[in-house]
C-alpha cells in the first residue's frame, strides 16, 4: 500500500477515488506543527534555530498518518504546490523521519495544479524532491512572523484594545512612513535657482554648463 497525504480531507476523499485501492490518501488538515508562543521558540543568535511543536488539533490527524505510514511502502507527499504546502510536506518527512518511519521506505513529493484524474495521475507519475527553497522561504516567514509579532503585539494590544496582532508586513512599513514623516517634519525648505547656459566654442562643439545659487 502506499500513503499519500494531502491538506484537504474534501481533496483526499476525490483522489483516493482516483488512484484506487493500492493507495490511502490522508489528510494532514494543514500545518501539524508551529512555534509555540513562548521565549526561546527562534534563536537569532543560534542561526535562527527553531522549536516547533505539534498542536493539539493536529495530534489525532498525525496519528492517523504516522500508523499508516508505518504499513506502507511508499509514502507520498501531495501538499499544495506553494510555499505553504511545501513546508507542511517538510514537517510530515521531519516528524516521520524522528519516529524512525521512513527506514528502508521510499518517500516522493509531488504536486498537481488542479484535482482532476488527469492531473492528479500525471503529478503521481512525475514524483521530485521537496524544495529547500521553498521551505526557507517559509522558515524566513515564520520566523519574521515569531520575532516581530510576539514582540510587537503586546504594545499595540495597549496602544489599540481590541487589536488582534502586528505583522511582520505592516509593522516595517508604518516605521518606514513614520521615518519619512518625520525627514519630511524636519525639512528646511531653501530657495535656490539652477542656471543653465549653452555655450558654442571656435569649433562650434556645444559646452554646458550648470549653475547652481542658493538664497540664504
Known sequence: MNLVVVESPAKAKTINK?????????ASYGHIRDL???????????????LWEIDSFSKKYLKEITDTAADSDKIILATDPDREG????????????QKKLLKDKKIE????????KKAVTKGIENPRDIE???????????????????????ILWTKLPGSKSAGR???????LITEREKEIELFKPEEYWTLTSDFTNKDNKNIL????LFNG
Request: hydrophobic share 40%; glycine share 4%; proline share 5%.
Open 18 to 26: 482516483y488512484l484506487g485501492k493500492d493507495y490511502k490518501v490522508l
Open 36 to 50: 509555540p508562543s513562548k521565549n526561546g521558540s527562534v534563536d537569532p543568535e543560534n542561526n535562527f534555530q527553531m
Open 86 to 97: 511545501e513546508a507542511i510536506a517538510w514537517h510530515v518527512k521531519e516528524v516521520l523521519d
Open 109 to 116: 513529493r509531488v504536486v498537481f495544479n488542479e484535482i482532476t
Open 132 to 154: 529547500p527553497q521553498l521551505v526557507d522561504a517559509y522558515m524566513a516567514r515564520r520566523a519574521l512572523d515569531y520575532l516581530v509579532g510576539f514582540n510587537i503585539s503586546p
Open 169 to 175: 508586513v505592516q509593522s516595517v512599513a508604518l516605521r
Open 209 to 212: 554648463s550648470k549653475l547652481s
